[in-house]
């Protein structure tokens, strides 16, 4: 993994993936990825859909200059392709954070999650003072669920029907992965 950081410019890589910094030229890229029905329906609803330039450069705006950074741009072969985020916890939770991730649908089983998914882990265990990162997923999410137990999350538990989404009752999958000292 190679990091660069120039105030709040960090990279990390690892092969053809780069999670880097937003720019605001990402903007009608991330519309075009973001506006897609297959991509909203496995997230939150703060996710909009559809999924406007306007949504773009409020997102961007929010994140673009966080310290330190906890949203990343994921490119694959020099592309923008996908977002991925590590919020970390407060208060009692503080040594803990939950990470979140998309990639455009014409980038799915290409092993660009995984490899994302394994560089914030390293980045959030080397530098944010954590020893637990966690998400959870959709029940009917079953790529995700293989991404996060190839990157060695380990399934905690079933939230039972614990989300509403698109006016149905959906069980959460609970993982996380644990730093051990």
């Known amino acids: ?27 009608p890229r991330l519309v075009e990825l973001a506006n897609n029905e297959n991509i909203s329906r496995n997230l939150r609803d703060g996710f909009p859909n559809p ?23 994921i490119e ?16 009692v ?25 394994n560089l914030i882990c390293e980045y959030g265990f080397n530098n944010l003072d954590i020893v637990r990162i966690h998400t959870g997923v959709y029940e009917h999410n079953l790529a995700s669920q293989r991404v996060l137990e190839k990157c060695g999350f380990e399934k905690e538990g079933i939230f039972k029907m614990a989300v509403f989404k698109k006016e149905m009752l959906w069980n959460e999958v609970r993982y996380a992965k644990i730093k051990y000292i």
């Open 93 to 117: 939770y503080r040594k803990s954070a939950e990470v979140g991730y998309f990639i455009g649908e014409e980038y799915w089983n290409k092993g660009i999650a995984t490899t994302a998914l």
């Open 51 to 73: 999924y406007t330039l306007q949504d773009a450069e409020t997102f961007l705006q929010k994140y673009m200059f966080l310290d330190p950074p906890s949203v990343f741009a």
């Open 1 to 27: 993994m190679k990091i660069r950081e120039k105030k709040l410019k960090m990279e990390l890589q690892s092969g053809d993936i780069k999670l880097r910094p937003f720019k605001i030229s990402d903007g």
């Open 76 to 91: 694959f072969k020099g592309e923008y392709v996908g977002n991925i985020s590590l919020v970390k916890g407060r208060d």
